[in-house]
C-alpha cells in the first residue's frame, strides 16, 4: 500500500510515466497481433504444404494439364505411400476471395482419403466430411464457410457468380456436408469437393471447343504425393528429385523450397513489427527512470532520516525496485487491454476473413512481462542511487 500512496503523492509524474508504459504495451500489442497472426498462417502453412509434395507440369509446358498414368508412376516411386490427383478453381472468380493474408477462396477437388495424410490432420467443426465418389457435396473450411455465409445443410453456389460473368459462365449447386475446424492456415478458404465433381468443374472450366474433345477423367491439374507421417524435409526433397527426374512430363517440387519462402516472409515481417513494438516501450522504459531519479532527489531528507532510524540498504531498494515494477505492470496490463480491444474493433470492422489480428496467451505473456521487466531494470540505477545514500548527508539537504 506505501507504494501505491508514494505514487498518489506524485499523480501527474505517475500518470505521464505509465501512459508512456501503455502506449508502448499497446504498440507491441497490436504490432506483435499481426505479426502473430502471420505466424500463425506461415506454421499452418509449413504442416500443410511441407509435408506432401506437389507434383505439376514443368515450367513452359503447352497444356497445364498432367495425364491420368502418371499418378502410377508416381506412386511407384521409391518412399511414395500414396498419390492424389487434384483439381483446383477459384471460389469467388474476379476477386480476393476475402483472403488477408491467408489463401484465397478455393474450391479444392481431392479424394476424402486424402484428409488424413500429411502432418495437418484436418477435422470437422460441425457436420461430416464428404462421402468419396459422391456428386454436389462441399466440406467447406471456417473462413470460406463465413465469407459464404454457409451453414450444414445449406446449399451454395460454387464457383460464385460475378458480377461481370462473360456468357457461358456455370454455377453449379452443392450441399455444405460439414464446416473444418479452424486451422489458421488455408484450409480455412478451401471448399472440398470430390475428384467426380472436380472434373466436373474442369470440363465447364475449358474452352468450348476443347469441351466434347478433351475426357476429363483421364487428365489431372496436379497431384499430391505422400509418405509416412514424420519424414523430413530432406527426406521429402529426395523423393521430389527422383519423381522428377524418373516420370517424364512432370516437375516436382521439394518442400524445402516452399517452407523457405513461408519462413523468409514471416521472419522479416517479425523483425519489422517487433522491433517498432520494442522501441515504443523502450521510449517508455526511459520515462520510468526519468521518474524514479526525480523521485529520489524529492525524497532524499525522508531517506536519510529513514536510514538513521534503522532502515536497511535492502529495504530501501527493495522499495524502490517494487514502485518501478509496479508501474510496469499497471503500464503493462491497460496497454494491453487496449492493444486487445483494439485489435477485436479492427478484426470486426475490417470485413476480411479471418481477420488482421491474433491476440495469443504468449503475445500476452511477452508484453505484460517485458512492460515489468523493463519498468524494474529502469528503476534499478535510481534505487541503488537512493538505496546507498549516506543518511547524514541526506538530512542535511533542505528542501
Known sequence: MEIFRNMRRRKMRSSLTILGIVIGVLALTTMGALSEHLNSLVDGGVKYFGSSIQVTTPAGQSTPLLPMSAQKQIAARPGVVAVYPH????????????????????????????????????????????????????????????????????????????????PGFVSHPF?????????????????????????????????????????VTTVAQSFTAYTTPGASLAQLDTMAADISSHVPGVSATKPSVTVAQFQSFSATFTEITVGAAILALVIGGLSV??????????????????????????HILREYLREALAIGVIGGIVGWLLGFGLTSLINSASGVSGGLFLVTPRLTAIAIGFAAGLATVAGVLPAIRAARMDPVRALRTTG
Open 87 to 166: 483439381y483446383s478453381f477459384e471460389a469467388k472468380p474476379g476477386t480476393n476471395g476475402g483472403a488477408s493474408f491467408g489463401a484465397p477462396d478455393t474450391i479444392i477437388a481431392a479424394d476424402p482419403g486424402e484428409l488424413s495424410h500429411g502432418d495437418l490432420r484436418l477435422s470437422v467443426a460441425s457436420g461430416t466430411f464428404v462421402a468419396s465418389g459422391s456428386h454436389g457435396q462441399v466440406l467447406l473450411g471456417s473462413v470460406i464457410a463465413k465469407d459464404l455465409g454457409a451453414q450444414v445443410g445449406s446449399v451454395v453456389q460454387l464457383p460464385q457468380r460475378p458480377a461481370d460473368a462473360k
Open 175 to 215: 450441399t455444405v456436408a460439414g464446416i473444418l475446424a479452424t486451422t489458421q492456415t488455408a484450409p480455412d478458404n478451401f471448399g472440398y469437393i470430390t475428384q467426380p465433381d472436380g472434373q466436373m468443374l474442369l470440363r465447364d472450366s475449358l474452352p468450348p471447343a476443347l469441351q466434347g474433345s478433351v475426357d
Open 289 to 314: 527512470i526519468n521518474t524514479m531519479v526525480m523521485t529520489v532527489s524529492e525524497r532524499v531528507r525522508e531517506i536519510g532520516l529513514r536510514k538513521a532510524i534503522g532502515a536497511r540498504t535492502g
